[in-house]
C-alpha cells in the first residue's frame, strides 16, 4: 500500500445505482455542455462591454471562470464513468480530483464573500462606494480569493496523501478528502484538525455574510431605490448563495454522519448538487435579472443574426 502507484480506488456510487448508463451519459454531456456555454457568454459579455466593468459583475465573473475550472475537470471523469462498466480511479487521478474539487468550493464560497461585502458597501456606505471598492482593491481581492482557495487545498491534499491506506472502496462517484481518510491505517487526528479549522473559518465568512445582509435588508427597507438595488443585485446573490451553501452542508453532514444504510441515489444527489447546479444557476439567475448584462447579450446575438444574412 505503501507504493501510491499501484493503488486503484474503486468509486461505487454509479457502480451501484445508475442502470442505463448511456442514457445518463449523454445527458451529463449536455449538461456540462451548456453549463460552459453560458458561462462562456456572460464572462464575454462583461469583458467586451466596458459598462460592466463594475466591481460586483467582475466578481461575477470569477465566480463564471471559478464555475468552469470547476465543471472542465469535474464532468469528464465523470462522462469516463458512465462510458466504462466499472468506475474506478489511480491514486494520482484521486488527489487531483480532490484538489480541483476543494479549490472550486474555498473560491466559490470566498467570492461569494466578496459579493456580500461589495453589495453591503453599495447600499449601506453608498458615498464611499467608489473609495472603498476600487478597481485596484478588486483586483487584490480576487488573486487572495484564488491563493487562499490553492493553499487550503494544497494543505489538504498533502494530508492525505501523507496517509498510508488499508481500502479501495469510495462510497462516492467522485473522491473527497474525507473519503480517502476514512480508509486511512493511522491516526487522523491531524486531518481531522485541520478539517475542523478550515470549517471553522468558512463559518466566519457565512457569520460575516449573515451580518452584511441584516444590514442591507435594514436599509433597503428605507426606500424605493434601496429596495429595487437589492432586487436587481442582492436577490440573486441570495439565491446562488443559499442553494451553494445549503448543498454543501447537507453533503457534509451526511459524509460524516449520516447512515451508509440509505439509498445510494439520496448520497449521489446530495454530493453532486453543490458541484452542478451554481456553474449552471449563476450565469442563468444574473443573465436574467440584471438588465445591462440581458440588453448586451441580446446585442451581440442580433448583431451575429444581421452579419449572417
Partial sequence: MENSTKILFVLQGFNETVSSKQTYFFLTLLVYLFTVLVNLTLITTIILEKTLHEPMLIFLCNLCVNGIFGASTFYPKILV????????????????????????VFCEFTTLAMMAYDRYVAICKPLNYHSIITPQRVMKLLLFTWLLSICESVIVVALVARLPLCGFNIEKIYCTAWAVVKLSCVDTTINNVYGSILMCFHILQAVLILISYVNIIKVSVRSPEDRSKFMQTCLPHLITLTNFLIALVFDIMYARYGPTSRLQALRNFMSLEYLIVPPLLNPLIYGLRLNQIRRRIFRICSQKIHALK
Avoid at 88 to 104: G, K
Fill in 81 to 104: 464513468d458512465l462510458s466504462s462498466d466499472l468506475s474506478v480511479t489511480s491514486y494520482e487521478a484521486c488527489l487531483a480530483q480532490i484538489f480541483v474539487i476543494y479549490s472550486y
